[in-house]
């Protein structure tokens, strides 16, 4: 059951007042009751991810705490509240702990673990899930609110790329700081598919081994990584060790072996962040500069995978375009770094240019 209409009817709320999705606006005057009724069960709702209508959500917890204890890493307590309407309310208890090597060592307010295991959310989409990982704002500053936005929509390019990637939800989150005699703000963030129902939507298994390498994952989807990665000029990530890419054990008709799926891109040029810098081994000054960090295959091959990729210009294109969240400055620098990797696409030397100049 996905929620789409903002104007649903209390009844159908009620059914599904303790998922994380329920709220996406409020309701009219018509379809206010006074005493909701309570049923004796919880209605699951299905598509968690395939909505693009953002959720509103209300996270209440001591912020100050929270951003004074984040290098630690310990869950503190939290309170998820859904809010239907003035009369219906319900809140259930949550817990959040910082993530993200960066951003946890740096941001004034980090990127979060959202535990709900001992929430009492009652969903069979969320049976057996622990966690989801939450993406908030870093700083106060305005820019760091298109930097949620811009990070946002990479999740979404790579998801018209292909299915092995991480789905995500945009949120409207309102923050209650108990810390600071209950100031409110209110900010974008979005959750990310949890391990779990990503694996599971794909039959496969999240792999914990540190011992793979480039060579020993599927050869397409690691091609498929590492052009993706050079398109939105992405350095941080290996597969030894698992930085930033998730590896699943896939065995499908059309893909078997391990599949790396990469994530957190604030490092990448597409989103520019004032704090990401490339490696000093790399030999490039900024992250706005493309280094192409994938293995080496043979000419023909770099070819075809480069030639995949260019049906999805216009589409990645309409997808900036028509994101009414992010200003129009913020489009067109997305959009204009996207067009300069498709014009490199057009050199009848860019694999040998781009590619084989640089891969591993």
């Given at each position: 059951m996905v929620l789409k209409s903002k104007f649903c009817s209390m009844k159908h709320l009620i059914s599904v007042a303790g998922i994380i999705l329920l709220i996406s606006g409020p309701v009219t005057a018509q379809d206010k009751i006074q005493s909701p009724p309570v049923e004796d069960t919880i209605s699951p709702l299905e598509g968690l991810f395939d909505v693009e209508e953002p959720l509103h959500l209300t996270m209440k917890f001591d912020i100050k705490k929270f951003q004074k204890t984040r290098r630690v890493g310990n869950y503190q307590e939290a309170e998820l509240i859904n809010q239907s309407n003035d009369t219906f309310r319900v809140s259930y208890p949550v817990r959040v702990k910082a993530r993200g090597i960066y951003r946890k060592a740096n941001c004034a307010t980090p990127p979060f673990f959202l535990n709900i295991r001992h929430s009492g959310l009652k969903t069979e989409?969320?049976?057996?899930?622990?966690?989801?990982?939450?993406?908030?704002?870093?700083?106060?500053?305005?820019?760091?609110?298109?930097?949620?936005?811009?990070?946002?929509?990479?999740?979404?390019?790579?998801?018209?790329?292909?299915?092995?990637?991480?789905?995500?939800?945009?949120?409207?989150?309102?923050?209650?700081?108990?810390?600071?005699?209950?100031?409110?703000?209110?900010?974008?963030?979005?959750?990310?598919?949890?391990?779990?129902?990503?694996a599971a939507r794909l039959g496969a298994k999240v792999v914990k081994s540190d011992r793979l390498t480039m060579r020993t994952v599927n050869e397409n989807v690691m091609d498929q990584v590492a052009l993706f990665q050079y398109m939105i000029g992405h350095g941080d990530y290996s597969v030894t060790g698992r930085h930033n890419l998730k590896i699943l054990a896939v065995l499908t008709p059309e893909i078997s072996g391990f599949a790396p799926v990469p994530y957190d891109f604030d490092y990448s040029g597409l989103v520019n962040t004032v704090y990401a810098a490339p490696r000093e081994s790399l030999g490039i000054s900024s992250v706005r500069e493309r280094i192409y960090l994938g293995p080496c295959r043979t000419e023909n091959v770099h070819q075809e995978k480069a030639d995949s990729f260019k049906q999805y210009k216009e589409e990645i294109s309409d997808l900036i375009l028509n994101f009414e969240y992010l200003d129009e400055d913020g489009k067109m620098d997305m959009v204009g770094y996207i067009d300069s990797f498709f014009n490199e696409l057009e050199d009848d030397n860019f694999v040998e240019r781009k590619i084989l100049s640089t891969c591993n």
């Open positions: 989409e969320l049976k057996g899930i622990r966690r989801i990982k939450t993406v908030i704002r870093c700083r106060p500053a305005s820019s760091y609110e298109d930097y949620v936005l811009k990070e946002y929509l990479i999740y979404r390019i790579y998801n018209l790329i292909t299915p092995l990637s991480y789905r995500t939800r945009l949120v409207r989150l309102k923050l209650i700081d108990t810390g600071r005699k209950n100031i409110e703000s209110e900010d974008w963030a979005f959750l990310i598919e949890p391990d779990e129902m990503m």
